[in-house]
C-alpha cells in the first residue's frame, strides 16, 4: 500500500543521492589529477596549473593545499546533502498530517508538539491510527538533532542528542544492522558528518519515508481514497448519470485506485461516491 504522496518523496531523496554520488565522482576525480602533478609543482597555485577553469583564480590556493581545501568542502557537503535530505523529509511528515486529515476527516484529531516527529506520532494517535516503530520516530529526531549541530554551528553536541545516543543508540543500531555500514548511533563523534555515515542516513531517510507511507496508507479510508480519485477525476468533467456512466467510473476507481494506493478498492463503497461527484 502507498500513498500518493511517495512518488514526489521518494525520487527527490533518490536524486540527492545521485547527486551525492556525483559529488563523489568529481572528487575522485581532482584527487586523481592531483596526483599526476609533481612535487615541483606544489607550490604553484590553482591559476597557474588550472588556466582554462574560470573558478581558479577565485580558489587561488597552492596545489599543495588542495586536498586540505577539498576536505573541508567534503565536510560541508555532506553535512549539506543530510539537513537537505532531512528537510524532505520533514514536509513529508507535514504533507502526510494533511493527507490524514483530508482521507479521515471525521476521525482525524491534530496535536503539538514542538518537536516535528512526535507531533506526528501524537496525531497518529489521537486519531486512532496504528503506529509505525518507535525506532523510525527515534531516527529522524537523531538525525534532526545532527542536522542542528551543523545548521547551528554548534562546536559541542546538544544534552538532547547525547541523551538520545546513550538512551536509544544501542537499539538502533539493532533495528538498523541489516542497513548499517558505517554508522554507529552510539558514536558520540557527530559533529561532523563521515562519508560512510552519510550514505547510510540518506538511506536511511528513504527507507523511513517508504515505512511511514506504507503505514499511512493502511491507516487512510476507503470511503476517503474513492472520494480523492472520485473529485480527481470526474469533478471537472461533470456529466449526466446513468447506469452505463456509473459503470465505467466504478471502473476507472478500481483501476487507479490500485495503481495509487496499491489496494482493491470494492464496488459497494465507490458507486455512492461516483454517483455524485462530477454529476451534471
Same mark, same amino acid.
Given at each position: 500500500?502507498?500513498?500518493p504522496?511517495?512518488k514526489?518523496?521518494?525520487?527527490?531523496?533518490?536524486?540527492?543521492?545521485?547527486?551525492?554520488?556525483?559529488?563523489?565522482?568529481?572528487?575522485?576525480?581532482?584527487?586523481?589529477?592531483?596526483?599526476?602533478? =609533481?612535487?615541483?609543482?606544489?607550490?604553484?597555485?590553482?591559476?597557474?596549473?588550472?588556466?582554462?577553469?574560470?573558478?581558479?583564480?577565485? *580558489?587561488?590556493?597552492?596545489?599543495?593545499?588542495?586536498?586540505?581545501?577539498?576536505?573541508?568542502?567534503?565536510?560541508?557537503?555532506?553535512?549539506?546533502?543530510?539537513?537537505?535530505?532531512?528537510?524532505?523529509?520533514?514536509?513529508?511528515?507535514?504533507?502526510?498530517?494533511?493527507?490524514?486529515s483530508?482521507?479521515?476527516?471525521?476521525?482525524?484529531?491534530?496535536?503539538?508538539?514542538?518537536?516535528?516527529?512526535?507531533?506526528?506520532?501524537?496525531?497518529?494517535?489521537?486519531?486512532?491510527?496504528?503506529?509505525?516503530?518507535?525506532?523510525?520516530?527515534?531516527?529522524?529526531?537523531?538525525?534532526?538533532?545532527?542536522?542542528?549541530?551543523?545548521?547551528?554551528?554548534?562546536?559541542?553536541?546538544?544534552? &538532547?542528542? +547525547?541523551?538520545?545516543?546513550?538512551?536509544?543508540?544501542?537499539?538502533? +543500531?539493532?533495528?538498523?544492522?541489516?542497513?548499517?555500514?558505517?554508522?554507529?548511533? &552510539?558514536?558520540?563523534?557527530?559533529?561532523?558528518?563521515?562519508? =560512510?555515515?552519510?550514505?547510510?542516513?540518506?538511506?536511511?531517510?528513504?527507507?523511513?519515508?517508504?515505512?511511514?507511507?506504507?503505514?499511512?496508507?493502511? +491507516?487512510?479510508?476507503?470511503?476517503?481514497?474513492i472520494?480523492?480519485?472520485?473529485?480527481? &477525476?470526474?469533478?471537472?468533467k461533470?456529466?449526466?448519470?446513468?447506469?452505463?456512466?456509473?459503470?465505467?467510473?466504478?471502473?476507472?476507481?478500481?483501476?487507479?485506485?490500485?495503481?495509487?494506493?496499491?489496494?482493491?478498492?470494492?464496488?459497494?463503497?465507490?458507486?455512492?461516491?461516483?454517483? *455524485? *461527484?462530477?454529476?451534471?
Amino acid at each position: 500500500m502507498k500513498t500518493p504522496l511517495i512518488k514526489k518523496y521518494i525520487d527527490t531523496l533518490a536524486s540527492l543521492n545521485d547527486q551525492l554520488c556525483f559529488f563523489q565522482f568529481n572528487r575522485n576525480e581532482l584527487i586523481k589529477r592531483l596526483k599526476e602533478f =609533481g612535487s615541483e609543482e606544489g607550490d604553484l597555485f590553482t591559476p597557474d596549473l588550472f588556466q582554462d577553469n574560470i573558478m581558479a583564480p577565485r *580558489i587561488n590556493v597552492k596545489i599543495k593545499d588542495l586536498p586540505t581545501f577539498q576536505e573541508l568542502n567534503q565536510k560541508f557537503t555532506f553535512a549539506s546533502y543530510i539537513s537537505t535530505s532531512y528537510e524532505v523529509t520533514s514536509y513529508y511528515l507535514r504533507d502526510s498530517l494533511n493527507v490524514l486529515s483530508l482521507f479521515n476527516p471525521s476521525s482525524f484529531v491534530s496535536r503539538n508538539d514542538n518537536q516535528l516527529e512526535e507531533k506526528y506520532l501524537l496525531t497518529l494517535t489521537s486519531s486512532g491510527c496504528s503506529l509505525p516503530p518507535r525506532e523510525i520516530i527515534d531516527t529522524i529526531k537523531y538525525i534532526r538533532l545532527r542536522r542542528n549541530l551543523f545548521t547551528h554551528l554548534s562546536e559541542t553536541i546538544s544534552p &538532547q542528542l +547525547n541523551t538520545l545516543i546513550v538512551n536509544q543508540g544501542a537499539d538502533l +543500531n539493532l533495528y538498523w544492522t541489516s542497513a548499517l555500514t558505517d554508522l554507529d548511533f &552510539q558514536n558520540t563523534d557527530v559533529l561532523n558528518f563521515e562519508e =560512510g555515515e552519510s550514505i547510510d542516513l540518506i538511506k536511511l531517510l528513504r527507507i523511513i519515508v517508504e515505512t511511514l507511507d506504507f503505514n499511512l496508507a493502511q +491507516n487512510l479510508s476507503a470511503i476517503g481514497m474513492i472520494t480523492y480519485l472520485a473529485k480527481e &477525476q470526474f469533478e471537472l468533467k461533470p456529466q449526466k448519470i446513468n447506469a452505463d456512466i456509473i459503470e465505467q467510473r466504478i471502473r476507472k476507481i478500481k483501476k487507479i485506485g490500485k495503481a495509487v494506493f496499491g489496494v482493491n478498492l470494492v464496488d459497494k463503497d465507490i458507486e455512492p461516491i461516483v454517483k *455524485i *461527484i462530477g454529476k451534471r
